[in-house]
């Protein structure tokens, strides 16, 4: 009885305690926890994460990469897909916010639900019998998550969709644009309207700045640069960009005609006498001055004259002040782009450059400022490195109309620039007076010596 009893007692206590084991371990089967049948599952969910991240992050590489011009002229000729890619580009932001919200969107539930699957099948949650093993492996499955992401679903599609950028936005641009169109209303108020919210906010607080650009002068003149070196742009066409940056930082000073070398009229000269001369000289537009090249009184435009005669309104006798137009006067500091401005306002092809003391500085026209950003187009004037001679034994002979800056850069050496645009007016600076033939400067172990004076004019060194 006793051992009967005594059996009868233990089959009960056995069942009881398999079931509760059998009861605590149903959840590595089913329940709700996954087992090591759910691993497929599991792997495939994160797998469909990592493919839309890497769809979404190479359509938006592919789309700022691609050749935006030729996808517009496809856009002009009715392609959709390049009509849809130039939407896009136009609603940057729409597009930029839609992609980082859904690309996130895919991140995080692809690592909690890696990280999730990962608990579940290598044991029971908040199990106190998970063995070291256990949980160094799920320490590293956050890592192993971060690895897939960055590298299948980031770099990997961004480069491969920057090197083929241009086939690839059009591939992308049709069905990117339906997804934005669809999801952009609800991340408008969720994301983009709460943000400018915050912005506002954070502006007050801190004070506004202004953003600084996007790329600097200086970054884009390396663009161009490289560009060049590697056959994009031709030498010619790199010289004329950096010509058009220059452009805004030269003023009138640098690019007029100075004083001595004004062709100029007297206002009480006949149009009979002055016609040959201005022929000769091939210009189309004359200074007219009263007393002196500092009275300056209007300007003489030749076409002006030729319509008078054709028109039959020339008188002989007519002098040069019949036929005045006014004049614009500059400052030397003048910008040279403020100056273009001007012409066109006053519709004028010259302007008259002053000095502080409201004389005559020198002459801008038109064909200046041109020939600043396209170079020189007139083939009959003589080149500036034929008015530096070589003599021999490091000898050079110098017209003194010559500019400073072209000797310095031709001969290689360092003369200051001040108030004087001519390797004569540094000379005269130097001296302080009028030289005569012969006289003799050095500076800095640079030996000058004047050749040849007409008046005060210093003519050659």
Not at 113 to 121: D, K, T
Not at 330 to 353: F, G, H, S, W, Y
Not at 386 to 392: A, E, K, T
Request: charged share 20%; glycine share 8%.
């Amino acid at each position: 009885m006793g051992e009967f009893g005594l059996k009868n007692g233990l089959i009960p206590i056995a069942r009881e305690s398999a079931q509760s084991q059998a009861g605590s371990l149903t959840p590595m089967s089913g329940g709700h926890g996954f087992g090591t049948d759910s691993l497929p599952l599991a792997v495939g969910a994160v797998a469909i994460c990592v493919v839309m991240v890497a769809a979404f992050a190479s359509s938006e590489a592919s789309i700022l990469a691609a050749n935006k011009l030729r996808i517009q002229q496809l856009a002009e000729k009715g392609d959709k897909r390049a009509q849809a890619f130039c939407d896009l580009r136009e609603n940057e932001d729409k597009m930029f916010a839609t992609i980082l919200a859904v690309e996130n969107m895919f991140i995080i539930f692809g690592s909690s639900f890696g990280v999730s699957s990962a608990e579940n099948i290598l044991g029971p949650n908040h199990s106190l019998w998970l063995g070291f093993a256990t949980i160094g492996t799920l320490a590293l499955i956050p890592f192993l998550l971060e690895f897939v992401i960055v590298l299948f679903g980031e770099i990997t599609p961004k480069t491969y969709a920057a090197r083929h950028a241009t086939r690839m936005a059009l591939l992308v641009s049709r069905p990117l644009h339906a997804v934005i169109n669809l999801l952009y209303p609800i991340i408008k108020y969720a994301f983009v309207i709460p943000s400018r919210i915050l912005i506002v906010l954070l502006d007050r607080i801190f004070g506004s700045k202004e953003s600084s650009p996007s790329i600097t002068e200086e970054e884009l003149r390396m663009i161009i640069d490289r560009s060049s070196q590697e056959g994009v742009l031709d030498s010619e066409e790199r010289d004329l960009i950096h010509n058009v940056f220059e452009f805004g930082d030269t003023v009138a000073s640098e690019v007029m005609t100075t004083r001595t070398r004004i062709v100029a009229f007297e206002v009480e000269t006949t149009v009979w006498d002055a016609l040959p001369k201005m022929i000769e000289e091939g210009y189309s537009q004359y200074p007219v001055y009263g007393e002196n090249i500092d009275d300056i009184r209007g300007m003489i435009y030749l076409k002006d004259l030729f319509k008078a005669q054709v028109n039959g309104q020339y008188r002989e006798g007519d002098t040069l002040e019949k036929y005045l137009r006014p004049t614009v006067f500059v400052p030397e500091t003048k910008n040279v782009v403020q100056l273009l401005e001007m012409m066109q306002k006053n519709r004028t092809r010259a302007i008259i450059v002053a000095d502080e003391f409201g004389g005559t500085e020198g002459l801008v026209t038109l064909d200046d400022l041109v020939m600043e950003i396209v170079g020189d187009f007139d083939d009959d004037q003589v080149p500036v490195e034929d008015f530096i001679q070589p003599l021999g034994n490091h000898v050079f002979q110098v017209q003194g109309a010559t500019p400073l800056h072209e000797v310095n850069e031709i001969l290689d050496i360092e003369l200051p620039e001040g108030q004087y645009q001519t390797i004569a007016g540094f000379v005269l600076a130097q001296l302080g007076h009028i030289p005569d033939a012969g006289a003799s400067l050095n500076y800095q172990g640079l030996e000058i010596s004047v050749t040849h004076v007409m008046g005060p004019k210093i003519l050659c060194l």
